[in-house]
């Protein structure tokens, strides 16, 4: 089993529509999440960063975590075209007993979205 | 405030030899991460600086290293290249405060001929 799963796709969604992209994580101690966007030959770049179960909204973007389910999720409103890129979900792995764990981002493989016009 | 800097954005190098990527972090922020992305695997995790110290590490192999400098700047060296290290070697830095959020530098693209 990965430690971060998400579908490949391609996501195909009309323009205008909801797009959601789904992640799943295996280690339950995990404690930050973040949605990074790629576009093709770019740096990932960030979209969101959720920390704590709910859904936390900024602009036409909405995380939403559930750590009993071990899952996080992006939807994507109102999409665009220039929202078509490689969506990648990320995770920090806290170590257990340390205070500072520092950085480490375990990434899943990314979910591919096309946002037909 | 600049961005994350990473020196060259483009290497060819052959098998065998060894290479040293350049990543300035943005200003303030004293944690570098190292990450190597293929479209086989994906971004996978080298290792990650604080304070001079490597404080994470990946599982790569001894031949993949690095080291941070007092002003936070940080190297990483591979060295006997294979094939297999063609890939965007991606540098990201964070405050280390609080909720650490991760922002990438463009990458270095290195090619092993």
């Known amino acids: 089993q990965k430690e971060v799963e998400q579908n490949s796709g391609p996501l195909s969604v009309p323009e205008g529509a909801i797009a959601s992209l789904n992640c799943t994580y295996s280690d339950r101690v995990s404690q930050s999440f973040f949605w990074y966007r790629q576009y093709s030959g770019k740096s990932p770049e960030l979209i969101m960063s959720?920390?704590?179960?709910g859904d936390k909204e900024d602009g036409r973007f909405t995380a939403q975590l559930n750590k009993a389910s071990q899952y996080v999720s992006l939807l994507i409103r109102d999409s665009q075209p220039s929202d078509s890129a490689t969506y990648l979900c990320?995770?920090?792995?806290?170590?257990?007993?340390?205070?500072?764990?520092?950085?480490?981002?375990?990434f899943g493989t990314g979910t591919r979205l096309a946002v037909r016009p | 405030k600049a961005g994350v800097t990473q020196t060259p954005r483009y290497l060819i190098k052959t098998r065998g030899q060894q290479v040293t990527l350049s990543c300035s972090p943005i200003s303030g922020h004293r944690s570098v991460s190292w990450y190597q992305q293929t479209p086989g695997q994906g971004l996978q995790f080298l290792f990650e600086y604080f304070s001079e110290t490597q404080r994470n590490k990946g599982n790569f192999p001894g031949r993949f290293s690095g080291r941070q400098f007092s002003n936070s700047r940080s190297e990483m060296n591979v060295s006997t290249l294979e094939l297999g290290d063609s890939a965007l070697y991606l540098c990201?830095?964070?405050?280390?405060?609080?909720?650490?959020?991760?922002?990438f530098g463009a990458g270095t693209r290195l090619s092993v001929l």
């Open positions: 990201a830095s964070s405050l280390n405060r609080g909720k650490n959020i991760q922002y």
């Open positions: 959720i920390y704590s179960n």
């Open positions: 990320a995770v920090n792995r806290a170590e257990s007993g340390k205070k500072s764990s520092g950085d480490k981002l375990t």
